[in-house]
């Protein structure tokens, strides 16, 4: 399958003219996004929480960082979401809410 993806690619890349210009345009792009993620995460999210809760979502934060890392380090939601349960359990969360809502979350992809 990468093999096949790296020649589309390259094949596509023979017919660009602006080599430079289109890989200006792609680096813009993936930073327009990680921006916009950056924003998201750590502006609107807590901002949110703050609103409904009236607590800091800076504890929330801390408590969740261990599935986080675990996440991001393997790029699976899936491989995180026993952890995620595990740490929402521990704190205190329902263990309905804390089974149900991480993996509805991971099917819809969130």
């Not at 930073?31 to 929480?49: D, R, S």
């Not at 491989?79 to 809410?97: M, N």
């Amino acid at each position: 399958v990468t093999l096949g993806i790296v020649s589309l690619i390259s094949g596509n890349l023979l017919d660009v003219e602006d080599l430079a210009g289109t890989f200006q345009t792609i680096a813009m792009y993936v930073l327009t996004v990680l921006l916009g993620l950056f924003i998201h995460i750590l502006i609107i999210t807590p901002a949110f929480f703050l609103l409904l809760t009236q607590k800091s979502p800076l504890p929330v934060y801390k408590i969740m960082l261990h599935p986080f890392m675990i996440a991001f380090g393997t790029a699976s939601s899936g491989a995180a979401l026993p952890v995620t349960i595990a740490c929402l359990e521990e704190h205190g969360i329902d263990s309905r809410i804390a089974h149900f809502v991480p993996s509805f979350g991971n099917t819809l992809n969130v």
